[in-house]
C-alpha cells in the first residue's frame, strides 16, 4: 500500500495548480463533476483531497453505493459523520463538508464487506440531499481552497515538514521513502493534505483542517497539532528510555554480583549476603528464643539464603528477622526487693497515696517469699491447668493531677526496673496493639512489642496512659485487643499479627491509668486491680507545693532558694481562690507565675529577693479565679437556691440547682445540659414534693397556678447522675415555702418516690469538694457513714456530717425553721393585699382612739 500511495504523491508533486470555477459542476485540472453525487458517510476517518485513503465498507446500503459508483463514474462525496460511533448516520449527522473522491480499487472480502482505495480529488459542501434511499445522495458545491503563495505560506509549509519529519523520526516503524517522498513535497496545499493524512489526529481538527478555507491558516493549524504530538512523543521516550535504564541497571547490578560472588569463591572469601545469614544465624543463637520463635526463625534465615538480594521479598524477611533477634526473649533487669528501699523512693517521690504505696509494697514483698521458697517442694503448684501469675496488673483511677504518671516512673525506681509509658488516648485501630500482618507493606507490630525492645528489658514496668480514652471503629476495638495483654492467664503467650509467635508477657508490671471508669470495658476492668487515687486536701496541697512543686519552678525558672520564698498564707491562697481543683497541676501553673513574675524583677535589678505573700500573690496573678464562701452564701440566701455535691472526672465539684416559679399551671422544665438520669431525678423530686405538701406544710394550689423552672449553672458542661435527688427536692420544698437554705452545707444523696435517700458513689471526692468551697456541713445518706473512713482526718475534724435515711430528714437538717406568718397558712412569697380605703378609714380609727 506505501508503494500505491509514493506513487501518488510523486504524481502530486508535478501537479501544477489550475483554476477553480466555484459553481457547482466544476472541477479542478479542467475535469467537470457532477452537482449531484452519492455520499457515503465515513466513521472516525476524514479524506482530504490529493490524498490515497484505504477504506472499508460493510453496511449494506453503503455496499450498494460502492456497486453503483465503480459501474458508473466512480466519483463518491465522502463525508465525515459527527459520531463515529453511529453505525448508519442520517443527513443531519454528517459534517457539511467533504471531499469528491474517485474509487481506484475494490476487493470483495469472504465476510461480505467490501475493501476499496480512493483518491480525493477536490474539497466541496454539502447544499441539500435529495435522496436518502437506497443510499443518501446530496446536491454539493465545489469549494476550492484559497492559496496565498507568499514567503509566510512557504516559511510555515516547510516548518510544517521539518516537524513531521521529526516526528516520523521518533516512530521506527514508519516507512523511510515514505517519510522522504512527504517531506519533497513543495506544494503548501499539498503539504498540508498529505501530512495530515499520515499523522494521527482527532476527528474534530482533522475535519477543521479540511473546513478552512485558507491554506496560510490550515498551516498554522496543523503545526499546532504537530507540536503538541511531538512533545508527546519525545515524553514518551523519555519515559521509555528511564524504565530501559533501570532494568538495564538491575540486569547489570545483578550480573555484577554474581560475578563479585564468583571472584569470591575463588579467593575463598564470603559474599555479603553470606555474612548477614551468619550475622543472623549468631543473633539467633544469642537471643535465646523459645522453641518456637527460634524454629521461626532459622526457617526465615533459610528463606533468606536462598532469595537473591535484588528480590522483593529479601527485604521483607530481612526486617522481620530483624525485629525477632532485637526483642528481648530473655533480657531482664533484676528487682531489687529491699522494702525499705522501695518505701524511701516512694515515700520521697510521692507524698501521700498511703493505698498505692501499700500495693507495691505487698508485691515486692510476696515476690521476695517466692524467690526464697522457690526450691521448697512443699509449695509446688499442683494444678495442671492454672499456672502461678507473676505479673502485676494495677489500674490508676484518679483526676487529672494527682500523679498517676508519675507514679508509675516512681514504683519503677524503687524497683530498679526500666519503665516505659504507651500513651493509648485517641488510639482507634487493633493493629495498634497486635501489631499488622506482614503481608502489609510498611507492616510492623504493635506498640506492646515495640516499646519493649525500645526499652530493652522483658519485665519493665509498662504504663498504658489514659485507657479509658480508647475508641472503636470499622478498623477494630483496640479495648479488646488489650484483653489478652492484661490477662495474667493469657500474657504468657501473647502473640502480635507481625511475629505470629508466642512472646511472654507475665513478667512485665502493667499500670493502666483513667480518669474515670465508665469509659472502660467491663471485661477489661475486670482483669485489672482498680486503685482509686481521690483528690488532694488542702493540708496535703501544700505539704506537695513545699517538697515538690516549688523546688522544681525554681530550678525550672533559673532561680536560687534564697531569692524566692512563699508564705503559708500565700499558698493558701493561690490553692483557694486561683486553684479549686483535686490535683496540684494547676497549683504548680500558678507557683510556676509567680515564679516567673519573681525572675523577671530580679533580671530587671529591682530587687535580690522577695518574700511571696498574699498581697504580692494578688499583684501576681490578678483577681481571684475563685471567691470565698462568703459568694456561696450570697448565692443561697433566697429560697429555691441549694448547693449540691457532684463527682466528675477531674475531681469533685459544687453544684447550686436553682428553681423559680411563674403563673402558669402545672409547667415543669429543667435546663444546665443535664442527662436523661438527672432529668428523671428532678421529676421524681417534684412527684415526692407534690404528693406531701400537706404534710410539710406547702399550700396545694401553688402547683395547680404555677410553672416551675429548675436550672443548673454551668450550662455548658453536660451533666448526669441520680445523687442530685435530695439537693432538687430541698429546693422545690425551699422554693414553694419560702424557707431559705442554712449557710455554709451541701448535700448529695438518691431519692425515691416515697422519700427514702440511697447510697452514692464518690464520697470522698465530694467531701474534698466541698471543703475546698468552704463548706462546713454535708448531708450525706445513711448508708454511705461507712465511706467517711476514707476521708482524711483532718477534713473529718473541720466538718460536720449529717446522715439522713428520709427526704425529711434532709429538710430539718438544711432548711431554717419556717416563719410564724407562713405557718398560718399565707404563703410567704405572695405580697399582703393591698389596703382598701375603707381598711385604712378603720385603722386610722383605731389610732385615733389609742
Known sequence: MSNFVTSFLSQFQNREDASSDPKAGDGGEGQKFPSEIPILPLRGVVVYPNTAVPLTVGQPRSIKLVDDVVAGDKLVGLVAALNPEQEMPGPNELYKVGTIATVHRLLRAPDGSVRLLVQGMERFRLVEFVQEEPYLKARIQLAPETDESNIETDALARNARDQFQQITQMIPSFPEELANSITSIEDPLQTVYTIANFQRIDL???QEILELDSVYAKLKKLIGLLVREAEVLQIGQKIQNEARGEIEKVQREYFLREQMKAIQRELGERDEQ???VEEFRKKIEEAKMPEEAEKQAKRELERLAR??????EYGVIRTYLDWLVTLPWSAATPDNLDIAHAREVLNKDHYGLEDVKDRILEFLAIRKLRLDRKNDKREESRDAIRREREGVILCFVGPPGVGKTSLGQSIARAMERKFVRASLGGVRDEAEIRGHRRTYIGSMPGRILQSLRRVGSRNPVFMLDEVDKLTNDFHGDPASALLEVLDPEQNSEFRDNYLEVAFDLSQVFFIATANTLEYIPGPLRDRMEIIYLSGYTENEKMAIARGYLIPRQIRENSLRENEVKFTDDALRMIIRQYTREAGVRNLERKIGAVCRKVGTRIAEGKSRKYRVTPKLVEEFLDHPTYLGPEELNKRTSIPGVVPGLAWTSFGGDILLIEATAMPGGRGFQITGSVGNVMQESARAALSYVRSRAESLGLPREFFDKQDIHMHIPAGSQPKDGPSAGV????????????RKVKPQIGMTGEITLRGQVLAIGGVKEK???AHRSGLTTVILPKPNEQDLDDVPDEIRKTMKFIFAETVDDVLEAALEKPRKRAA??????????????????NVKKKSASR
Open 727 to 738: 439537693t432538687m427536692a430541698t429546693a422545690l420544698v425551699s422554693l414553694v415555702s419560702g
Open 274 to 276: 553470606a555474612q548477614e
Open 824 to 841: 398560718k397558712g399565707r404563703h410567704p412569697l405572695r405580697k399582703p393585699p393591698k389596703k382598701t380605703a375603707k381598711v385604712r378609714k
Open 307 to 312: 532469595l537473591p538480594t535484588a528480590a522483593a
Open 204 to 206: 474534530k481538527d482533522a
Open 767 to 769: 467531701v474534698l469538694a
